[in-house]
T-cell receptor, first 112, second 116 residues
Framework: KNQVEQSPQSLIILEGKNCTLQ??????????LRWYKQDTGRGPVSLTI?????NTKSNGRYTATLDADTKQSSLHITASQLSDSASYIC???????????FGTGTRLQVFP | NAGVMQNPRHLVRRRGQEARLRCSPM?????VYWYRQLPEEGLKFMVY????????ESGMPKERFSAEFPKEGPSILRIQQVVRGDSAAYFC??????????????FGEGSRLTVL
């Protein structure tokens, strides 16, 4: 069964600190992996999209990594800001399909 | 260039009533997806449409739910005879080329349905 698991479920960090969120998936055959940021009460916003051949992709203070062999991805946030408080969702697409499989997200809270 | 527009943002219905949720995709986008999000849960795929066609409705409940994307006008997600379990946030997303390969998906702000 195609699944996407994220950890931790929730995370609290202090402003300025770094953090890493994890995503494991069992989707096969793999096409691409996306990270989205969802603020409370808002729609998800894309951070990165990575294909099989990409190991690392950055978007400002966000850096995503992908290990297609172990089927793991991580999202690293550098020098966190209060505005980073949100849910971060890992989404995986299987090859040949338009259907995206969503993880349940990691809820990040950044405190001053 | 306006983003994906959903309305209403909030909708309250009594059990047995009908709910209609509308989604206008980004300009130039012909692919529309609907997702449902229950509190504290991830987004669940419901249906994928291109203009006038339903491509994949494998996530739609078999009864009471329907979706359309007419040649003119917004996509509509219709829920008939709503029940309390239909209370959720319904998100629409659009893309230019479909999410196959690396087609970028742009989400609306969602429509929050509350069934009393």
């Amino acid at each position: 069964k195609n699944q996407v698991e994220q950890s931790p479920q929730s995370l609290i960090i202090l402003e300025g600190k770094n953090c890493t969120l994890q995503c494991n998936y069992t989707v096969s055959p793999f096409s691409n992996l996306r990270w989205y940021k969802q603020d409370t009460g808002r729609g998800p916003v894309s951070l990165t999209i990575m294909t099989f051949s990409e190991n690392t992709k950055s978007n400002g203070r966000y850096t995503a990594t992908l290990d297609a062999d172990t089927k793991q991805s991580s999202l690293h946030i550098t020098a966190s800001q209060l505005s980073d408080s949100a849910s971060y969702i890992c989404v995986v697409s299987a090859k040949g399909t338009d259907k995206l499989i969503f993880g349940t997200g990691t809820r990040l809270q950044v405190f001053p | 260039n306006a983003g994906v527009m959903q309305n209403p943002r909030h909708l309250v219905r009594r059990r047995g009533q009908e709910a209609r949720l509308r989604c206008s995709p980004m300009k130039g986008h012909s692919h529309v997806y609907w997702y449902r999000q229950l509190p504290e849960e991830g987004l669940k795929f419901m249906v994928y449409l291109q203009k006038e066609n339903i491509i994949d409705e494998s996530g739609m409940p078999k009864e009471r739910f329907s979706a359309e994307f007419p040649k003119e006008g917004p996509s509509i997600l219709r829920i008939q005879q709503v029940v309390r379990g239909d209370s959720a946030a319904y998100f629409c997303a659009s893309s230019q080329q479909g999410s196959k390969n690396t087609g970028e998906l742009f989400f609306g702000e969602g429509s929050r349905l509350t069934v009393l």
